[in-house]
């Protein structure tokens, strides 16, 4: 399912870059998820401000590469279904 | 034995005191024999260090640990760290004010633990009038914009009322809601009899906390544990013994799990003594039972042994009386028999004529003066 709209990180959840785990970790209640890379790649850019078009492009030029969207579309529902990232 | 990663989770118990007397309480009965505290210098120090191995995690927690009048300047100097701060509290002393200064010092979220959506139970359970309090204490958590886990321990005489429990967190606000049915370690272990439920309790139980989220949806998420006398394999403990946990207590030992201290012949560090890394990297106590290499039969060849790493010493101590032994929840150990007994007996419809012991200074000096 393809979702319009901007993402960003839920503010019950905190992300950073952890360097004891040389990874970006998200942090919420007496929990942490371990982020691969390109899920804080795509979590970085969950600003409430773009939307998934322009994360799209974004990623694909910081990367050179094209075709990203059906992989980032997954992991957005993938995020939503856990909360990690709300709707506007 | 490979060199254990870095130790993710700090529990800081700032104090064995505690306006509460909970009969489930799993702070240790001597908690009386321990009471010098480390001062604000010793736990900025220990704050310091865990974060420089890689600590993320940080729960202040007791005893109460609003009780500490240096809370706010612990809770500021982690936040500056960079951990993600956890206050877990009975929401005695977090009044409009202190609350004001610990968002400002930069706490991230409280834990409110609940005895029970009953006054009577909850005053009755905790010893103390603390019912209305916590109330107040939910909205003020929720007016300062904090995420609210809602702690209830389970147990026979409330696991009946989980139904009204979860609505009353619903109405409170709360995101995440612990039913955390009760372990039996320390105080609880002391009132097993009266705690653990009967089957058919946790059966109905399980069904209301289903029930519920089907209902709830995503507004909250419930985490149901059962106590694992009713399981068949042990627990992961502390996911692994030295594995991501450090727990300080408030004389300043540091221990894997925050009721380690009652293994014998095992001695525990203390942060006035050695510093942080070195206690988990290098201690006898942080690396006795890490890995598999302790293990005794019929942990040492069993193909389950890497999944749940002989679930808890400290079970396998107070049932089995050896912590190298296979924790006797698990029903392939020689000693299940004596879970499957305490089951048993709590089937029956009065189960203990013993009172219930309070956690009190005074039981606790009591429990020690036993021979």
């Known amino acids: ?88 | 034995m490979t060199t254990p990663g870095p130790p993710l989770w700090l529990l800081a118990e700032l104090t064995y005191r505690c306006p509460l007397h909970c009969v489930f309480c799993y702070n240790p009965v001597d908690f009386s024999a321990h009471e010098q505290e480390l001062n604000t210098e010793g736990w900025l120090r220990v704050l310091r260090e865990a974060r420089e191995l890689g600590a993320v995690q940080c729960g202040f927690s007791g005893g109460e640990p609003m009780l500490r009048a240096d809370l706010e300047i612990l809770v500021a100097e982690a936040h500056r760290l960079g951990y993600y701060t956890n206050l877990l509290t009975s929401g005695v002393g977090l009044n409009e004010q202190r609350a004001g200064m610990l968002r400002a010092a930069g706490l991230d979220h409280i834990q409110l633990s609940l005895q029970d959506s009953t006054r009577e139970m909850n005053d009755f359970l905790s010893h103390t009038r603390t019912f209305d309090l916590k109330q107040r204490v939910a909205r003020l958590i929720k007016d300062h914009g904090w995420p609210m886990v809602l702690n209830v321990v389970m147990h026979r005489l409330n696991i009946d009322h989980i139904g009204r429990i979860i609505e009353m967190a619903d109405q409170l606000g709360a995101e995440y809601v612990e039913l955390a049915n009760s372990q039996y370690y320390s105080w609880a272990q002391l009132n097993r009899e009266h705690l653990l439920p009967t089957r058919e309790q946790l059966a109905r139980a399980e069904a209301v906390t289903n029930e519920w989220r089907q209902r709830l949806g995503e507004r909250m998420k419930l985490f149901f544990v059962v106590p694992d006398y009713y399981e068949s394999r042990p627990k992961k403990c502390m996911n692994g013994w030295g594995n991501v946990f450090l727990t300080v207590t408030p004389d300043g030992t540091a221990l894997p799990c925050h009721t380690a201290r009652m293994l014998p012949g095992l001695e525990f560090p203390n942060v006035r003594d050695m510093g942080v890394r070195e206690i988990w990297y290098d201690s006898e106590g942080f690396n006795r039972y890490r890995g598999t290499g302790w293990m005794k039969e019929p942990c040492r060849s069993c193909p389950e042994k890497e999944k749940d790493l002989g679930g808890c010493r400290c079970q396998a101590y107070m049932l089995a009386g050896d912590p190298a032994m296979a924790d006797p929840v698990c029903d392939k150990s020689p000693q299940h028999q004596v879970v499957s007994d305490a089951v048993l007996q709590a089937q029956q419809s009065t189960p203990t004529s013993r009172p219930l012991v309070f956690r009190t200074p005074e039981e606790s000096r009591r429990l020690l003066a036993r021979p």
Do not use: H
């Open chain 1, 1 to 88: 399912m393809e979702r319009t709209g901007s993402p960003r990180l839920n503010p019950l959840f905190r992300m950073q870059w952890e360097q004891a785990q040389q990874s970006w970790v998200l942090l919420y209640p007496e929990g942490m998820v371990k982020l691969n890379q390109s899920a804080a790649e795509i979590l970085r850019r969950c600003d409430g401000e773009r939307d998934v078009a322009a994360i799209v492009a974004d990623l694909e030029q910081a990367f050179a590469t094209g075709g990203l969207a059906g992989d980032v579309n997954a992991f957005l529902e993938i995020a939503g279904a856990q909360r990690w990232v709300v709707w506007k």
